[in-house]
């Protein structure tokens, strides 16, 4: 997330959205879990997540407009359709803010209007590109366009622009937010996709130089395909000097505060100067820049590249941000290669479903409080903090048992552990839109305007002290996922999220704790995973570890990132361990927790037997069912190269570390997942 809290990342379990309500039986069977679904051919030894979910995923077949399907895809079109109707009702709305949803929404659904414009809405911002003379005039521009990009460019750490500013917390003063700058500006997802020798990356780059190539026929630019050659070959540049995903995680290297003035010195060749006042924040001091190396190689890069390459990779970039809100031409370009190219789906989404991803960006708070008053009963509130109390005193208790563990290291950690605030449904203050001007019938206006309105607020917020009570930008209460906001000490469990498979107030306990508490358990996790361990209890980016510490820590977690490297979801594509390290040591932390939470939640009773199932069992394949993904082959190779969380597959069979899934369901030596008990992976 690159607008809010940039510099201490949250971490997710997923993205979708969804939403909750109360109900006398469960959703799903008897107890939460649908026993059909399993598949009583493979052993669960062999491959966990095909037996749990072996029958549910020969019964599945991908919507032709998505890239994947599972549970969290159902709950996120389910939610799409209450956000629709809340926002068809805004229309007519008593409040002000509401017939501001309704008029952005309507503005969105009226492709008459948006065709009838035709290309006039960016001609303004060509005409300034072709104009462009000097490195001056290539900064300002830069910079001015920043400010009012469209809000789904601004998601990610791929900027429209080599540059990605942003502000957010800084890590070594957690109440304090600070300015800081990263890498961007490439068009395919990742450097590797430009540099890969993969014949499957070479068709990527060809599908991108397709797209170039129509962009610049669309926008009535001669030469479109030398144009797109020269595009082409400066991002191949760009990307040469980026940072790979797994570094970019990595809290001590991307954490270099430095004052305009190094900064230039640093990276000569580029108008600092010039783009930081564009932004509106000159001599701002620090800075903090997240890839030293990267914006080195990009100065050098923008002083080597003509002023002509200059305007047709200005222009390319624009026109890309900028295509889902320009005539059905421009919508099918960006399609074809976004959609069909790089993610595999064959057909685009309904128009009324693109506009509900955009308020949820553009006023996601304004939907977010009437969806969480629609949608989110307060018993599963109540149920789901008191789980959280629960799963919390078992991460302590487990803290307190730690062998590699220096006493003094414990107190501190158990004080982080206490530290944490936890909001579960929505967040406890709400944003007011009164400064966003809504025009009706004005798309591309009023997606500029909204983008002007995020960046304007998110750069307020260098005059004030951070405010933990806020949810980050992306998350909603119609989210689904669960967050860790890094240095800020903070979990976020939003409502779209409490709903099954992952909670249901009447599923069997097991099931919950297996689903929503190992969820909650790895958020809880993620602040003493491979980077949230270098955060103390105050959120402060400081060595609170001792060295012996740090050297068991680093040696488990270095066992987990090999395990899971050693994995082969495509042939030929293994998972990244480092890069889906912190994702799966939450994992790892969330269940033995969870499981603890359970066990103690018996209060020494022994767990009936449910539908021939004791109580491990259901904790166990609650959580794989939680996992229950399938992946479009061009989709899953864009996340095993760019996503930090591993294949759900995979995820699902992280139970091979833990001793009592071995009890529960009789794995045995010669059973391909099993791990002697000296090669299980203990963190926690």
Same mark, same amino acid.
């Given at each position: 997330m690159?607008?809010?809290?940039w510099?201490?990342?949250a971490l997710a379990v997923?993205?979708?959205?969804?939403?909750?309500q109360?109900?006398?039986?469960?959703?799903?069977?008897t107890?939460?879990?649908d026993p059909?679904?399993?598949?009583?051919?493979?052993?669960?030894?062999?491959d966990?997540?095909?037996?749990?979910?072996?029958?549910?995923?020969?019964?599945?077949?991908?919507?032709?407009?998505?890239?994947?399907?599972?549970?969290?895809?159902?709950l996120?079109?389910?939610s799409?359709?209450r956000?629709?109707?809340?926002?068809?009702?805004?229309?007519a709305?008593a409040?002000?803010?509401?017939?501001?949803m309704?008029?952005?929404?309507?503005?969105?659904m009226?492709?008459a209007?948006?065709?009838?414009?035709?290309i006039?809405p /960016?001609?303004p911002d060509?005409a300034r590109?072709?104009?462009?003379k000097?490195p001056?005039d290539?900064?300002?521009f830069?910079?001015?366009?920043?400010?009012?990009?469209?809000?789904?460019a601004?998601?990610?750490s791929?900027?429209v622009?080599?540059?990605s500013?942003?502000?957010g917390?800084?890590?070594?003063?957690?109440?304090?937010?600070?300015?800081?700058l990263?890498?961007?500006?490439?068009?395919l997802?990742?450097?590797?996709?430009?540099?890969?020798?993969?014949?499957?990356?070479?068709?990527a780059r060809?599908?991108?130089r397709?797209?170039?190539t129509?962009?610049?026929?669309?926008?009535?630019?001669?030469?479109?395909?030398?144009?797109?050659?020269?595009?082409?070959?400066?991002?191949?540049?760009l990307?040469?000097?980026?940072?790979?995903?797994?570094?970019?995680?990595?809290?001590d290297?991307?954490?270099?505060?430095?004052?305009?003035?190094?900064?230039?010195?640093?990276?000569?060749?580029f108008d600092?100067?010039?783009?930081?006042?564009?932004l509106?924040?000159?001599?701002i001091?620090p800075?903090?820049?997240?890839?030293?190396?990267?914006?080195?190689?990009?100065a050098?890069?923008?002083s080597?590249?003509?002023?002509?390459t200059?305007?047709?990779?200005?222009?390319?970039?624009?026109?890309?941000?900028e295509?889902p809100?320009?005539?059905?031409?421009?919508?099918?370009a960006?399609?074809?290669?976004?959609?069909?190219?790089?993610?595999?789906?064959?057909?685009?989404?309904?128009?009324?479903?693109?506009?509900?991803?955009?308020?949820?960006l553009?006023?996601?708070?304004?939907?977010?409080r009437?969806?969480?008053?629609?949608?989110?009963?307060?018993?599963?509130?109540a149920?789901?903090e008191a789980?959280?109390g629960?799963?919390?005193?078992?991460f302590?208790?487990?803290?307190?048992?730690?062998?590699?563990?220096?006493p003094?290291?414990?107190?501190?950690?158990?004080a982080?552990?206490?530290?944490?605030?936890v909001?579960?449904?929505?967040?406890?203050?709400w944003?007011?839109?009164?400064?966003?001007k809504?025009?009706?019938?004005?798309?591309?206006?009023?997606?500029?305007?909204?983008?002007?309105f995020?960046?304007?607020?998110?750069?307020?917020?260098?005059?004030?002290?951070v405010?933990?009570?806020?949810?980050g930008?992306?998350?909603?209460p119609?989210?689904?996922?669960?967050?860790?906001y890094?240095?800020l /000490?903070?979990l976020a469990?939003p409502a779209?999220?409490?709903?099954?498979?992952?909670?249901?107030?009447?599923?069997?306990?097991?099931?919950?704790?297996?689903g929503?508490g190992?969820?909650?358990?790895?958020?809880?996790?993620?602040?003493?995973?491979d980077?949230?361990?270098k955060?103390?209890?105050?959120?402060?980016?400081?060595t609170?570890?001792t060295?012996?510490?740090?050297?068991a820590?680093?040696a488990?977690?270095?066992?987990?990132?090999?395990?899971?490297?050693?994995?082969?979801?495509l042939?030929?594509?293994?998972?990244?361990g480092? /890069?889906?390290?912190?994702?799966?040591?939450?994992?790892?932390?969330?269940?033995?927790?969870?499981?603890?939470?359970?066990?103690?939640?018996?209060?020494g009773?022994?767990?009936?037997?449910i539908?021939?199932?004791?109580g491990?069992q259901?904790?166990?394949?609650?959580?794989?069912?939680?996992?229950?993904w399938?992946y479009?082959?061009n989709?899953?190779?864009?996340? /095993?190269?760019?996503?930090p969380?591993?294949?759900?597959?995979?995820r699902?069979?992280?139970?091979?570390n833990?001793?009592?899934?071995?009890?529960?369901?009789d794995?045995?030596p010669?059973?391909?997942?099993?791990?002697?008990?000296?090669?299980?992976?203990?963190?926690?």
């Amino acid at each position: 997330m690159r607008r809010s809290s940039w510099l201490g990342m949250a971490l997710a379990v997923s993205l979708t959205a969804g939403g909750a309500q109360a109900a006398s039986a469960p959703e799903i069977g008897t107890t939460g879990i649908d026993p059909g679904n399993i598949d009583h051919n493979v052993r669960p030894g062999d491959d966990f997540w095909g037996y749990v979910n072996g029958g549910w995923a020969r019964a599945q077949t991908i919507p032709p407009d998505r890239s994947y399907w599972g549970d969290a895809a159902r709950l996120r079109e389910q939610s799409a359709a209450r956000v629709r109707e809340i926002l068809e009702g805004a229309k007519a709305a008593a409040t002000p803010e509401a017939r501001k949803m309704g008029a952005f929404y309507a503005a969105y659904m009226d492709e008459a209007a948006v065709e009838a414009k035709g290309i006039a809405p /960016l001609r303004p911002d060509l005409a300034r590109i072709a104009a462009l003379k000097t490195p001056a005039d290539i900064a300002r521009f830069m910079a001015d366009f920043e400010r009012r990009q469209p809000l789904t460019a601004a998601i990610g750490s791929q900027s429209v622009f080599p540059i990605s500013p942003g502000v957010g917390a800084d890590l070594k003063d957690p109440t304090r937010n600070t300015f800081g700058l990263g890498q961007g500006g490439l068009g395919l997802p990742d450097r590797e996709y430009y540099l890969s020798a993969d014949p499957k990356m070479a068709t990527a780059r060809e599908a991108y130089r397709v797209y170039l190539t129509r962009l610049f026929t669309l926008t009535g630019f001669a030469q479109a395909e030398m144009r797109a050659d020269r595009v082409m070959a400066f991002e191949t540049e760009l990307a040469k000097g980026h940072w790979t995903r797994a570094d970019l995680r990595d809290f001590d290297k991307t954490y270099n505060p430095m004052s305009e003035a190094q900064l230039a010195a640093m990276a000569p060749g580029f108008d600092w100067s010039g783009y930081l006042r564009g932004l509106g924040v000159p001599g701002i001091d620090p800075i903090i820049v997240g890839q030293p190396t990267a914006m080195s190689a990009f100065a050098k890069l923008a002083s080597a590249t003509p002023v002509q390459t200059w305007r047709d990779y200005l222009a390319a970039r624009v026109a890309n941000a900028e295509a889902p809100y320009l005539t059905k031409a421009f919508v099918d370009a960006d399609f074809e290669f976004h959609g069909k190219a790089l993610s595999g789906v064959p057909e685009l989404r309904a128009r009324w479903k693109r506009a509900v991803d955009l308020m949820n960006l553009c006023m996601g708070d304004a939907i977010g409080r009437e969806y969480a008053r629609r949608y989110f009963p307060p018993q599963a509130k109540a149920q789901v903090e008191a789980m959280i109390g629960e799963i919390k005193t078992a991460f302590a208790h487990r803290i307190d048992q730690l062998t590699w563990m220096a006493p003094e290291t414990k107190l501190r950690a158990k004080a982080k552990l206490a530290a944490l605030k936890v909001e579960v449904g929505y967040p406890d203050t709400w944003r007011s839109y009164a400064a966003l001007k809504v025009l009706r019938g004005d798309l591309y206006g009023d997606v500029s305007r909204s983008g002007a309105f995020e960046e304007a607020y998110q750069f307020d917020k260098l005059k004030r002290p951070v405010d933990r009570s806020e949810w980050g930008f992306t998350t909603e209460p119609q989210t689904v996922n669960a967050f860790n906001y890094g240095n800020l /000490l903070k979990l976020a469990f939003p409502a779209g999220y409490v709903a099954p498979p992952y909670f249901d107030p009447a599923a069997d306990p097991a099931v919950n704790y297996g689903g929503i508490g190992s969820t909650i358990g790895h958020e809880i996790s993620h602040s003493f995973d491979d980077q949230g361990a270098k955060l103390d209890e105050r959120g402060r980016l400081i060595t609170w570890w001792t060295p012996a510490d740090a050297q068991a820590f680093q040696a488990s977690t270095t066992a987990l990132a090999d395990q899971f490297s050693a994995y082969q979801p495509l042939a030929g594509v293994h998972e990244k361990g480092r /890069l889906t390290l912190g994702e799966n040591t939450g994992d790892l932390g969330g269940l033995v927790a969870a499981l603890d939470a359970y066990h103690a939640s018996l209060k020494g009773r022994a767990a009936p037997v449910i539908d021939g199932l004791t109580g491990d069992q259901r904790f166990f394949i609650a959580y794989a069912q939680a996992h229950r993904w399938i992946y479009r082959e061009n989709f899953l190779r864009q996340l /095993l190269a760019t996503d930090p969380h591993g294949a759900d597959p995979y995820r699902a069979d992280t139970v091979r570390n833990i001793d009592a899934w071995y009890a529960a369901f009789d794995v045995k030596p010669g059973d391909k997942l099993y791990l002697a008990p000296d090669r299980r992976v203990r963190i926690w």
